[in-house]
C-alpha cells in the first residue's frame, strides 16, 4: 500500500479544511513517492536484512559482508552495524564505536552502544573519553560516573555543583556514587541541615539502614537524636516518656509527626491523647501538624470513632499539597454516608487541579442529599462541563448532552512533512513491517525524546496515520491537547471488536475501552505479571476461556494475534458480566481479580456512584473511572444506541449473597 493512502483516508475521516492541507498534502504525496521510487525492492531488502543478521550469528561473515553492502542505502543498515559493533563489543575498536555514534548521535542505537561504551570507558579509568561522549540521562550510575569523570579532568566546581541532588533520595545510591559524595563531603558540601533532610527521606521510604548510616555523617552531639527518633519509631507507645528529650525546632516537630503517626496506626485513642499534649509543639510546623491530623483521623475513623476522627481530620489545611489527604477524608466521607462532611469538604478545596469534576459532582450529590436541590443542580452543571465519568454523570442528573468537543489535532503541515522525512520514521516503517515493535518503540522514544510541542502535535499525527496508535496517544498527552477523539480513541481492529462483542453479548464500545485502558492498541505489549495482546490476558486466563470456546490456545505467543486476543478477551469479560451482573463491577474484576471484587461487595444495595467512588485499591479506582468514561467516548464514536452512562451502568450495586 502507498505510504500516500493512510493520509488521503485520514483526510477524509476528519474533514481538514481544504485550504489549508490541499498544497501541504500534495507536496507529502510527491516526497513520499519520490523516496519510495528510490528505494530498494521493499521484500527483497527485508529478506536480505534477516539473512545478514543470521549469517552474522552464524559467524560466516563472509555472507553477512555481502550482505550489508547491498543493504547501504536500507533504513535498517544501522541495526546491522550495531550487531557486528556489539557482537563482540570489548574487542571492537574505538574508532570503529565512535564513527557508529558519531553517524547519528542521537538514534536510539547510538544510545544503546553509548551506555555499553561508557562502561567500557568507565572500567578502565578514561576519565576524559567518559567525559567527552557522555549524554546527560535519568540513570543515577552513569550520572555519578559522569560527575567523577569531571573530578578526574578538572572540573570539580562544576562536579561539585551538581552533586546535592543525587544525594538528595531515600534510597541507597550505587556504589559508583561514592567517590563523588566522598569528595562533596570532603570539600564541606555535607552539612548537618543536607544530612537531616536525607534522613527524613530515608526513614519517609522505610529505609531506616539507610537512616542509621546516614548518621554517622552527623555531628557528634546530633547523633543522639537520631537515636531517639528510631526508637520511638520501634516503639511509638513511649513517646509520652521520652519526648522531653526530643531536640529542638524544627526537628521535634518531624520527630512528632513521624511518631505519632506510627502510633495512631497501633491505638488512635492513645495517639490521640498524645496529639493533645504535643499540639503546640506541632502547630509550629503546619506540614507536620498537617500529618498528624491526617493520620489520626483516618485511624480513629477507621476504629469507629467516627465524630472525634471526622473532627480531628477537619484541621487538615486545605492545600494543593494535601490533595491525597482531602480525598482520603473525602471518600471516607462518602463511605459512611456523611454528607454534611462531603459538603463541607468540597467546598473548602482550592478550586484548579484539586476540585476536580469528580469532588464538583460529589458535591452536587451532598447538597442533593442534605436538601439542597438549586444548589445542587448548579454544582452538577459545573461537573458536567467535564468529559470523564463524573462529568457524563452529572450530565445524565441534568439531562444535558455530553460535552465531547473533538477537536482535530493542530498539526502543522511543514512540520508533518519534515517528521515523516526522518530517518528514524524511515527505520519504524521497516521494523513495523518486521514485527520488532520494541525496537519501534525504542526509536519513538529516541525520536520525541527532545522534541517541542509544535512538533509533539506533528509526531502524533504522523504516528496516528501509520497506525502507531500506542505511540500516537502517549505523544499527544505529551501536549495536554486532549480533544481530538479520533486520535485518542482509535477504532481500531472493529472488525475483530464488534464480531467478538455480539458473540458474548457485550457492547463493542465497553470491549473497545478496555483494550484502550489495557493495551493503547499495543498487539505485542507483555506486562511485567505475564499478560499479553491487546487486552492484556494471562495465559492461564486465555487458557481457560478458549477451552471454554472450543479452540484451545496452541501457546502463550498466539495471544499476540489481535483477532484471538479480542476473541479471549471479550469472552472473559462476558464471564465476569454474567458473574457480577454489573458494569462496574465486571469492569472491576477485569482488574482487580474477582475474588477481590466479591469481597468488595457491599453488605446492602450501595449507589453505584458511591461504591466507585470508595473502592479500597487506587488503581482499580482509576482504572474503573478510565473504563467507564472511554466506554461512553466509543459510544459516542460508534453512534451506539445506548450513548449514555445511565443506560448501561446500573444505579446500584446489589449487596453479597449470603
Not at 544510545?111 to 578514561?126: E, I, S, V
Amino acid at each position: 500500500m502507498s505510504v500516500v493512502a493512510p493520509f488521503a483516508r485520514r483526510w477524509r475521516r476528519r474533514r481538514w479544511p481544504r485550504r489549508l492541507w490541499r498544497a501541504p498534502l500534495l507536496v507529502l504525496m510527491l516526497a513520499v513517492g519520490a523516496a519510495q521510487a528510490r528505494g530498494l525492492d521493499a521484500l527483497q531488502a527485508r529478506a536480505d536484512f534477516l539473512a545478514a543478521e543470521r549469517a552474522l550469528v552464524q559467524g560466516d561473515g563472509e555472507s553477512f559482508a555481502r550482505l550489508e553492502r547491498a543493504l547501504r542505502d536500507y533504513p535498517l543498515h544501522p541495526y546491522l552495524r550495531f550487531a557486528q559493533l556489539t557482537a563482540d563489543l570489548d574487542n571492537t575498536p574505538d574508532a570503529a564505536i565512535e564513527r557508529f555514534l558519531a553517524a547519528e548521535p542521537e538514534s536510539q542505537l547510538a544510545w544503546r552502544l553509548r551506555r555499553a561504551y561508557l562502561q567500557r570507558l568507565a572500567a578502565a579509568g578514561r576519565w576524559a573519553d567518559y567525559r567527552r561522549l557522555y549524554r546527560p540521562e535519568e540513570d543515577v550510575e552513569r550520572r555519578c560516573l559522569y560527575l567523577r569523570a569531571l573530578l578526574e579532568t578538572g572540573a570539580r566546581a562544576r562536579a561539585l555543583a551538581e552533586i546535592e541532588p543525587l544525594w538528595r533520595s531515600g534510597r541507597s545510591q550505587p556504589d559508583a556514587c561514592d567517590p563523588v559524595f566522598d569528595a562533596w563531603r570532603a570539600a564541606g558540601g555535607l552539612t548537618p541541615e543536607r544530612v537531616w533532610a536525607r534522613i527524613r527521606l530515608a526513614l519517609a521510604a522505610g529505609q531506616e539502614g539507610l537512616a542509621r548510616h546516614l548518621g554517622a555523617d552527623l555531628p557528634a552531639s546530633e547523633r543522639p537524636w537520631l537515636t531517639r527518633w528510631l526508637a520511638l519509631r520501634a516503639a511509638p507507645e513511649r513517646l509520652p516518656d521520652t519526648g522531653a528529650a526530643l531536640p529542638p525546632q524544627p526537628l521535634r516537630a518531624v520527630i512528632l509527626a513521624d511518631v505519632l503517626t506510627r502510633l495512631a496506626a497501633r491505638d488512635a485513642e492513645r495517639a490521640r491523647t498524645a496529639f493533645a499534649r504535643w499540639r503546640a509543639a506541632l502547630d509550629l510546623d503546619a506540614e507536620a501538624a498537617d500529618r498528624v491530623r491526617a493520620a489520626l483521623g483516618e485511624a480513629l475513623v477507621e476504629r469507629g470513632a467516627v465524630a472525634r476522627g471526622f473532627a480531628l481530620w477537619d484541621g487538615l489545611r486545605a492545600l494543593p499539597e494535601t490533595r491525597d489527604a482531602q480525598e482520603r477524608r473525602l471518600r471516607a466521607a462518602l463511605e459512611r454516608g456523611e454528607w454534611a462532611w462531603v459538603a463541607r469538604w468540597v467546598e473548602r478545596m482550592p478550586e484548579g487541579e484539586v476540585k476536580t469534576d469528580r469532588w464538583l459532582y460529589w458535591q452536587a450529590r451532598a447538597e442533593a442529599e442534605l436538601g439542597h436541590p438549586e444548589t445542587a443542580r448548579a454544582l452538577f452543571a459545573r461537573a458536567a462541563h467535564a468529559r470523564s465519568l463524573w462529568g457524563f454523570m452529572a450530565a445524565d442528573r441534568l439531562d444535558l448532552p455530553y460535552r465531547m468537543h473533538h477537536r482535530v489535532t493542530p498539526a502543522e503541515p511543514a512540520r508533518i512533512a519534515r517528521i515523516i522525512a526522518l530517518a528514524p520514521v524511515r527505520r519504524m516503517r521497516e521494523l513495523d513491517a518486521l514485527g520488532r515493535d520494541t525496537e519501534m518503540r525504542r526509536e519513538w522514544r529516541a525520536l520525541t525524546r527532545d522534541l517541542d510541542r509544535a512538533d509533539l502535535l506533528a509526531a502524533a499525527y504522523v504516528a496516528d496515520v501509520f497506525g502507531w496508535h500506542d505511540q500516537a496517544i502517549r505523544t499527544l498527552a505529551r501536549t495536554d491537547y486532549w480533544d481530538d477523539l479520533a486520535l485518542r480513541f482509535p477504532l481500531v481492529h472493529r472488525t475483530e471488536v464488534e464480531a467478538a462483542a455480539h458473540a458474548q453479548g457485550l457492547a463493542p464500545a465497553w470491549v473497545f475501552a478496555v483494550i484502550r485502558q489495557e493495551s493503547v492498541f499495543a498487539r505485542t505489549l507483555a506486562s511485567h505479571a505475564g499478560a499479553v495482546g491487546l487486552m492484556q490476558l494471562l495465559p492461564s486466563t486465555a487458557r481457560d476461556m478458549a477451552e471454554a470456546l472450543g479452540a484451545p490456545l496452541d501457546s502463550r505467543w498466539a495471544l499476540l494475534d489481535p483477532g484471538r486476543n479480542i476473541d479471549l478477551g471479550s469472552a472473559y469479560l462476558a464471564r465476569l458480566q454474567t458473574r457480577f451482573d454489573h458494569v462496574a463491577l465486571a469492569t472491576a474484576a477485569y482488574n482487580a481479580g474477582p475474588a477481590r471484587v466479591a469481597r468488595w461487595r457491599p453488605a446492602r444495595a450501595l449507589a453505584t456512584d458511591r461504591w466507585i467512588a470508595t473502592i479500597p485499591f487506587v488503581e482499580t479506582r482509576g482504572y474503573v473511572e478510565r473504563v467507564l468514561t472511554y466506554r461512553a467516548i466509543y459510544a459516542a464514536r460508534l453512534d451506539s444506541a445506548h450513548p449514555r452512562v445511565r443506560d448501561w451502568l446500573a444505579p446500584q450495586v446489589a449487596p453479597a449473597e449470603e
